[in-house]
């Protein structure tokens, strides 16, 4: 359900951009369509907020300056509505577009999730490296034991032993709401799969 809810808001943010962008280039249009605009930015805000508490890492530094940005623009589109004034329009759905581009690519993200474990860089893999990993990257979603911490994240203890490879294309590519982790070494992956293998049967 998360990822139905994460494509609708995709396309309810797509949506809210052509409505507060039209207005500047045709401005007879804004009136007629005022309450679809105004049921998808409801739509688009309930979709974000029910998001917002679904992420483990909602109320980081990151997150916290795309949600910001985004009241900014709510803001100024109001404005730019209610003072009929192309540039807080204008400048409303650049600022949008700058969020809703920045929420399409990850590596902003990825790239602090890189700098964090930098420092964990392995010569070899190791159980020993692979727990300093998992409590960095993965506990705040699966809990500090596996046993699956956060609302619907999958217990890290499941009956039978998922292949290795399996294991490693999940931990890299991410899969549903998982994060991908490209920037993991070999040996980073290997440790990792070697530390979820001392709670398997």
């Known amino acids: ?21 039209l207005p500047i280039v045709l401005p007879g249009w804004a009136a007629r369509w005022r309450i679809v605009h105004r ?16 992420a483990p890492a ?3 530094g990151p997150y916290l300056t795309k949600y910001l940005l985004v009241v900014a623009a709510i803001g100024l589109a109001i404005v730019g509505s209610r003072r009929k004034n192309k540039r807080f329009s204008i400048a409303a759905f650049l600022l949008l577009a700058y969020v809703y581009g920045l929420s399409l690519q990850r590596d902003w993200l990825l790239r602090s999730e890189a700098d964090r474990v ?4 392995l010569e070899a893999p190791s159980i020993e490296g692979g727990q300093a990993l998992y ?11 596996g046993r699956a911490q956060y609302q619907k994240s999958p217990s890290l203890h499941p009956a039978q032993n998922p292949d290795t ?23 980073q992956v290997s440790s990792l799969v070697a530390f979820l293998r001392t709670w398997q049967p």
């Not at 359900?1 to 962008?21: E, K, N």
């Not at 930098?118 to 860089?121: F, G, P, S």
């Open 165 to 187: 490879l399996y294991w490693a294309a999940v931990i890299k590519n991410g899969k549903g709401l998982m994060p991908a982790h490209p920037y993991l070494t070999e040996a």
């Open 39 to 54: 049921v998808l930015d409801t739509l688009l805000l309930l979709t974000g907020i029910y998001l917002l508490f679904r």
């Open 58 to 60: 909602a109320f980081t």
């Open 118 to 121: 930098r420092h964990l860089a």
């Open 135 to 145: 409590q960095e990257l993965c506990a705040r979603c699966h809990g500090a034991d």
């Open 1 to 21: 359900m998360d990822i139905g809810i994460l494509h609708t808001h995709h396309l309810l943010g797509v949506l809210t951009l052509v409505m507060v962008g």
